[in-house]
């Protein structure tokens, strides 16, 4: 880090933190680390705040996933975590108190085709459907009485349905096209079972890693994302899970897209009990709806003007703060959060 000094013995292991009496850990808070400034001490954010949102942000190797599983660790003591791990680097990185759930193995899950609109949604983000292939698809899932079906009788369904014109034969079968890589063998197994079966799996106090690099293809990957984060909605809005969940989304610019699930998602969903924790290194990809409705911002090293100008605006940095961030060492970060009374420089806690 430049311009300005720091002794790394300050900085401890999360386990001292969590275990010790120290006064500066307050049983609400999620520790952060230490505050550059001496007179601040140990930075920490309200465990609630995380319900309203928060996003990481920095280059590869500047240490944000390294901080989202710190915070996974304290926040499994105030609800259900859950991470959706793009590139299977969380394993080892949290090797306690979690389960590794690898989507066609040991993990099933629902489509979430009761909801007809969102899920053609999901289908449309996902596939760059054409506004008459979201159409067809729409008319033939209203028209079924299909439920709780796999990817593969899903897509022999939308084949077997009889087109009405000329039109809606050309665009059906450019639909099945694009969708066609839902049927690869690594999905076989992924997509069958029940809601109930699903959500059982989160019953237990354990972190739950959904390993999503077993999916070779990042369009399966984003698929899988977005199915996970639906059902999860859908039912924390009829009360049939209890406690608040945590879901960390790594590589969140592959995933989130304008006016998409994801960004509806962190406008409605904070008020049923679900915090979205982004993990990106390229945070002006996400769009500035997303980065307004993360009410926690972690911001570690970033190179790119945009990206440094998009975090700044949202969290009213100094120019001061600001001109730090391309200079950030591995481990340091610009935090803010609503609990704080404003942006912290931050030496990053070490893993344990």
């Known amino acids: 880090m430049r311009n300005f ?30 505050a550059y400034d001496p007179l601040r001490g140990s930075v920490s954010i309200n465990y609630r705040d995380f319900l309203r949102h928060a ?11 390294t901080t989202a599983s710190i915070i996974a660790k304290q926040l499994r003591r105030f609800g259900k975590v859950i991470i959706l791990d793009w590139n299977g680097e969380y394993h080892s990185l949290i090797p306690h108190y979690r389960q590794v759930l690898r989507p066609g193995f040991n993990l099933r899950i629902p489509l979430p085709i009761h909801d007809v609109i969102d899920f053609v949604s999901i289908i449309e983000e996902v596939f760059d459907l054409s506004p008459s292939q979201s159409y067809i698809l729409q008319r033939i899932l209203e028209r079924s009485e299909i439920r709780g079906v796999t990817v593969s009788e899903l897509i022999e369904y939308i084949e077997g349905s009889v087109p009405e014109s000329r039109w809606m034969i050309e665009s059906k079968l450019a639909l099945l096209r694009k969708i066609n890589l839902l049927s690869s063998p690594e999905l076989r197994n992924s997509f069958s079972g029940n809601a109930r079966e699903f959500l059982s799996l989160f019953d237990d106090n354990v972190i739950k890693i959904i390993d999503l ?16 984060i639906k059902i999860l909605e859908d039912y924390l809005r009829k009360a049939r899970v209890s406690g608040d969940i945590y879901v960390i989304i790594e590589e969140a610019h592959n995933i989130v897209k304008e006016n998409g699930l994801i960004e509806r998602v962190l ?21 500035w709806k997303s980065l307004v409705n993360s009410n926690v911002r972690i911001i570690h090293a970033l190179k790119s003007k945009y990206d440094i100008e998009s975090m700044s605006r949202s969290c009213g940095l100094t120019d001061m703060l600001s001109n730090k961030i391309p200079y950030l060492g591995v481990g340091e970060a610009v935090v803010d959060a609503p609990s704080l009374d404003g942006p912290i420089l931050t030496k990053i806690l070490m893993n344990e």
């Open 5 to 34: 000094k720091y002794r790394r013995e300050m900085v401890l292991p999360l386990r001292y933190y969590l275990t010790s009496q120290n006064s500066l850990c307050n049983i609400n808070n999620i520790i952060i680390g230490k």
């Open 213 to 228: 690099a077993t999916l070779r293809y990042q369009k399966l990957r984003k698929f899988c994302s977005l199915v996970v």
């Open 55 to 65: 996003i990481i942000v920095g280059t590869t190797g500047s240490g944000k996933t």
């Open 267 to 287: 406008a409605e969903v904070r008020k049923f009990g679900m915090g979205l924790i982004l993990i990106t290194q390229s945070p002006s990809f996400i769009g």
